[in-house]
């Protein structure tokens, strides 16, 4: 099946160059954010790895009503646009909620649909509505086939700006498993496939902050295996001090190291290509 460039920015997702989604899992201190964006801008240049910078103004589905969630809508669109208007990226954050639509899509280039909610029909078709890209993630419990049927509801609006994320599945236990089929199903859509790394080795049940809450030791072999089946793009949550991160502290990746992860993942999927 062809496949669709969806322009995102100056990023022509889906054709031959690896590009990157990347920022700190929920928008923390505005000084943070410039401060990824400022090495993430650097890293592109010395890659050559487009950047789609993301970050969540909520987190609306931590396990404890205890957990910083993010500064909401209107100070989280606030601190994004500073992003874009001093380090020219486009932008990712996911919505919740129908409502958040609208407001979303004057400053994100791409509205993410968590994968949780990714059946969720009010949100999917409200987000299409706003002509945005899309950024379906794969939900933890879908087959990866049956993932037609979000973007069939995103297709109905008009809009057939959509990219497909995945993130492994959750077999309804506190682990997650990433199915290397996947990717050729959702590439089946003729969308671009994007593979989101650091969310696949989280332990779910167990806090973020905790250690033990992310298997790194799986990263490179799960990152090669997805690039080695022919993904479009990466999704790599980043920060300057992953194990102060108010979110998802036990997996994002340290922004200092992104290049050293990335620098063979990058040569495999060049390789890849020009055969």
Do not use: W
Request: glycine fraction near 8%; hydrophobic fraction near 40%.
């Amino acid at each position: 099946m062809a496949k669709n460039i969806i322009n995102v920015g100056n990023i022509n997702c889906g054709n031959d160059t690896l590009f990157l989604i990347s920022g700190p899992c929920v928008i923390e201190s505005e000084h943070t954010m410039l401060s990824v964006a400022e090495k993430l801008k650097r890293f592109s240049e010395k890659s050559g790895v487009p950047v789609i910078y993301k970050s969540s103004f909520i987190k609306d589905n931590r396990s404890s009503v205890d957990y910083y969630r993010g500064p909401g809508l209107d100070e989280g669109l606030r601190i994004l646009q500073k992003v874009k208007d001093e380090f020219e990226f486009p932008l990712l954050s996911d919505i919740h909620h129908p409502h958040e639509a609208a407001a979303a899509a004057e400053v994100l280039d791409v509205i993410q649909i968590p994968a949780y909610l990714c059946m969720q029909t009010s949100l999917v078709v409200e987000a299409a509505k706003t002509g945005a890209v899309i950024n379906l993630k794969h939900g933890q419990f879908l087959a990866p086939e049956n993932m037609i049927k979000p973007v069939q509801k995103i297709e109905s609006t008009g809009n057939k700006n959509i990219i497909l994320t995945e993130r492994g599945y959750a077999f309804g236990y506190n682990d997650l498993v990433v199915d290397p089929r996947s990717f050729y199903h959702m590439a089946e859509t003729g969308y671009p496939v994007v593979f989101d790394v650091t969310h696949s080795i989280r332990k779910y049940g167990i806090p973020s902050a905790d250690p033990s809450g992310g298997a790194r030791q799986y990263l490179n072999v799960l990152a090669g295996a997805a690039v080695g089946a022919g993904i479009d793009g990466l999704f790599i949550e980043t920060h300057p001090c992953p194990e102060e991160a108010l979110c998802d502290a036990a997996s994002q990746m340290n922004i200092d190291q992104l290049y050293e992860f990335t620098a063979p993942l990058i040569a495999l999927h060049n390789a890849k290509k020009s055969l």
